[in-house]
């Protein structure tokens, strides 16, 4: 039986820490929960309450120690203050290599999704997203049909049943 000629890795922090691969057509690995951050921001306090900075950033922390990687966002989540402070954190720790970011845009046309109309990658203070899910009213858009800003994977679906 040959042997590993790599040492084994480090051991996962927790089992949050145990990444899987993302779809077995991308090549990406991800950790087994993802974390949503639609909590994230004051603007929907009187919805679902107020998730200031501070506890904002104490979440990803932890999320983050325990192994995290995954994030999930999107453009509504409250008023694009969920990806303003996800972005802010990244860039504070240095660490938007090791993160996997997940972002949804909604819009009533593919023409909607333009850099000048959603510059998702300004709010998230980063040069990609790796995955985006494009939203729309409607049936299915063509991918060519959308000007984005430098993304990994990318799905496309219909907000109709």
């Keep these: 039986m040959p042997t590993n000629p790599l040492p084994p890795g480090p051991p996962a922090p927790s089992p949050l820490g145990r990444y899987r691969l993302l779809s ?14 639609i909590n994230f921001g004051d603007a929907w306090k009187d919805y679902i309450g107020a998730c200031d900075e501070k506890t904002c950033e104490e979440i990803l922390d932890y ?12 453009n509504n989540y409250p008023f694009e203050e969920s990806e303003q402070r996800i972005g802010a954190w ?4 240095d660490n ?13 046309a593919p023409r909607a999704c333009t850099p000048r109309s959603r510059p998702v990658s ?9 995955l985006v ?13 959308c000007n984005l800003p430098t993304t990994a994977y990318l799905r496309c679906c219909s907000t109709n049943p």
């Design 122 to 130: 300004g709010k998230l203070q980063t040069e990609y997203i790796d």
């Design 63 to 74: 999320f983050f120690e325990k192994g995290g990687n995954l994030i999930d966002t999107s």
């Design 133 to 145: 899910c494009l939203q729309f009213s409607g049936s299915c858009v063509s991918v060519v049909a």
């Design 24 to 37: 077995p057509t991308a090549s990406i690995r991800v950790s087994p929960v993802v974390l949503g951050g």
């Design 96 to 108: 938007r290599d090791q993160m996997v970011i997940a972002t949804k845009y909604s819009a009533m």
């Design 90 to 93: 990244m860039k504070t720790r």
